[in-house]
T-cell receptor, first 114, second 113 residues
């Protein structure tokens, strides 16, 4: 049962373009939504995270848009660069209530071509 | 300073053998995890410990046994290795149990032949 649905599974973007990765969730108890970036041969690393009290969070070229009513959130990478080529995972978890495991999306392999 | 470290980075072994992977975090976090990442890159949680106490055990064969000697260390022992155990295993830690970012180690690539 995939509680966080991520799309697309792969994405090719030209340098300078906008990369968009979408995620949708079902569990209304989720209220913490991080994105992780993973380079080949490395562990995932936190890129940016959002809580549902805001609809957008921006850090440099990376922006999370969050739509609570639609239960969707997305990652936008502006001015995509070849160095952004990596696999991106969205994730979701509840914010409280003792231990709650993080649910990851299946990942999106992004390739930014020069 | 490495935040979450794992050893070994690569592990090649034959079916039926027993092997261990070690993990240490120097972030002062209370919660640690083991994840399995298959060839399709899907991240699947296996175990989670909070202050040395097992809190999550996700339908993992009992050939896999985690051990947390203290809250900075979480080891994974695998008995009777099978071909299907080949994967990358990641250790991670977080400050608290819910709603917090996880810090991942570099991974251990296990190949069972």
């Amino acid at each position: 049962q995939q509680q966080v649905k991520q799309s697309p599974q792969s994405l090719i973007v030209q340098k300078g373009g906008i990369s968009i990765i979408n995620c949708a969730y079902e569990n209304t108890a989720f209220d913490y939504f991080p994105w992780y970036q993973q380079f080949p041969g490395k562990g995932p690393a936190l890129l940016i995270a959002i809580r549902p009290d805001v609809s957008e969070k921006k850090e440099g070229r990376f922006t999370i848009s969050f739509n609570k009513s639609a239960k969707q959130f997305s990652l936008h990478i502006m001015d995509s660069q070849p160095g952004d080529s990596a696999t991106y995972f969205c994730a979701a978890s509840p914010n409280s209530g003792g231990y709650q495991k993080v649910t990851f999306g299946i990942g999106t392999k992004l390739q930014v071509i020069p | 300073d490495t935040a979450v470290s794992q050893t070994p980075k690569y592990l090649v072994t034959q079916m039926g053998n027993d092997k261990s992977i070690k993990c240490e975090q120097n972030l002062g976090h209370d919660t640690m995890y083991w994840y399995k990442q298959d060839s399709k890159k899907f991240l699947k949680i296996m175990f989670s410990y909070n202050n040395k106490e097992l809190i999550i055990n996700e339908t993992v064969p009992n050939r896999f046994s985690p051990k947390s000697p203290d809250k900075a260390h979480l080891n994974l022992h695998i008995n009777s290795l099978e071909l299907g155990d080949s994967a990358v295993y990641f250790c991670a830690s977080s400050r608290r149990q819910a709603g917090d970012s996880q810090y991942f180690g570099p991974g251990t690539r296990l190949t069972v032949t």
